[in-house]
């Protein structure tokens, strides 16, 4: 069976199909959020406590990297095969080479709960894959337009950087690392114990999202919903040799392979919609949080996992 956290989503997704008047309060749904996204900034910073070192150097200028490559890898295939406009493969290689912090969500849990060995530096990754991503599809998109507009580079920039999530991740990764394990126990150990319950709250909201996002699904999107089903477990193999070829803990291949996988509903429409007004945020929402979000939930960290252990024997 499905781990007990995903069938949260599961049951938010079967509520949405059928029309119930389950919902979740907005406030509730922010504080989940704010709570989960606090909660995985501190586990990743209390793992670095005491740990961090210039071996991480190489690391980061890795994950950093595949930010860039991932958008200018699928922008041919949205363009040719796909058939999207200038605009709309910009908006796309923006959300799927960003990241889900949902999908890093429910991976960590996955893992923790087959005792894979994670390094502390994890949570790095959804900062690090974030930001290049998310540029480079804006940059693409103004070079295709040859677009005058110069000064929108520094409000993109701050509202990204600024961004609740990634004010909080990387907030929530000081203040683990400051502290660790022991100094801040009274606070960190309520936040840390409540982070499944948390997370299976959070799903039972994404699938009343991913539920009604799916209404608006028509024959004309089919090449859409194709490459949001055929290209996460594509994407998850530049995640996945680079974490083999620096060394990290299996638990840390799964989730870096989980994240290129992944595409993001969070950050990355609040940038594109900001730069890009002429894409359609609707139809990406339809891909990322509609299709490749629950692909990832329900079969893609599983399937990741086993192209980690057929590679490495």
Avoid at 65 to 81: E, T, V
Avoid at 243 to 264: E, R
Avoid at 267 to 293: K, Y
């Amino acid at each position: 069976m499905p781990d007990i956290i995903v069938m949260f989503f599961l049951l938010g997704l079967v509520a949405g199909a059928l029309k119930s008047d389950l919902t979740i309060p907005k406030a509730a749904y922010d504080i989940l959020s704010l709570l989960l996204m606090l909660t995985i900034g501190l586990k990743g910073g209390m793992a670095l406590y005491g740990n961090i070192e210039w071996r991480l150097l190489p690391e980061v200028l890795v994950v950093v990297a595949l930010g860039f490559a991932l958008p200018m890898l699928i922008l041919p295939i949205l363009r040719k095969l796909v058939g999207l406009s200038i605009a709309d493969a910009a908006s796309f290689a923006a959300h799927y080479g960003s990241v889900s912090a949902g999908t890093f969500a429910v991976a960590w849990a996955w893992v923790e709960t087959r005792g894979l060995a994670l390094d502390g530096q994890v949570t790095l990754y959804l900062v690090l894959l974030e930001l290049p991503a998310i540029l480079t599809g804006l940059w693409y998109y103004r070079r295709k337009t040859k677009s005058a507009d110069t000064g929108a580079a520094a409000p993109l920039w701050q509202e990204t950087l600024t961004n609740r999530s990634v004010v909080l991740l990387v907030g929530g990764v000081v203040i683990g690392a400051l502290y660790g394990p022991d100094q801040g126990s009274s606070v960190t150990n309520v936040l840390t114990g409540a982070f499944s319950v948390v997370l299976s709250l959070f799903l039972l909201e994404m699938g009343l999202v991913a539920a009604e996002t799916l209404r608006g699904l028509k024959l004309k999107h089919w090449r859409v919903v194709a490459f949001a089903l055929v290209m996460p477990p594509i994407l998850a193999v530049p995640g996945l040799v680079a974490g083999l070829a620096l060394g990290l803990a299996p638990g840390s291949v799964v989730i870096l392979a989980s994240l290129t996988a992944s595409a993001s509903y969070i950050a990355a429409p609040v940038a594109v919609r900001h730069a890009i007004p002429e894409a359609d945020i609707g139809l990406t929402m339809l891909a990322s949080l509609g299709v490749t979000f629950p692909f990832n939930v329900l079969v893609g960290i599983g399937l990741y996992h086993g192209y980690m252990v057929a590679l490495t024997g």
